[in-house]
């Protein structure tokens, strides 16, 4: 069985760094791109950043220039770069990707669990 499993959120003081890590496991055919959610008390969940399969990048103006994705392509891994954090990053960060898994009988969107991100000012 496909699943998307998180790691690396935490409590971090305004100005530091985290780095999420996003493992895609089962059997799998195909990925396709990936990405990184985010949603904070009372707000709609949003797009933070996306990587295709080519390394071609998407990013919230909010977090341009602070954040970086990359992707491991052989090991079925998304990253997440976060610096200079700020309170307003606070939020469950979630891994989105679209996958062909072997029990499919077309690609389907996966979500992972959550990971929460909280940054103290």
């Known amino acids: 069985q496909v699943q998307l499993v998180e790691s690396g959120g935490g409590l971090m003081q305004a100005g530091g760094s985290l780095r999420l890590s996003c493992g895609a496991s089962g059997r799998i055919l195909s990925i396709n791109h990936m990405g990184w959610y985010r949603q904070a008390p009372g707000k709609q969940r949003e797009l933070v950043a996306r990587?295709?399969?080519?390394?071609?990048?998407v990013y919230a103006d909010s977090v341009k220039g602070r954040f970086t994705i990359t992707r491991d392509n052989a090991r079925n891994t998304v990253y997440l770069q976060m610096g200079s954090l700020n309170a307003e990053d606070t939020a469950v960060y979630y891994c989105?990707?679209?996958?062909?898994?072997?029990?499919?009988?077309?690609?389907?969107?996966?979500w992972g669990q959550g990971t929460q991100v909280t940054v103290s000012s």
């Open positions: 990587i295709q399969v080519d390394g071609s990048t």
């Open positions: 989105n990707a679209p996958i062909f898994g072997s029990t499919d009988i077309a690609p389907r969107d996966y």
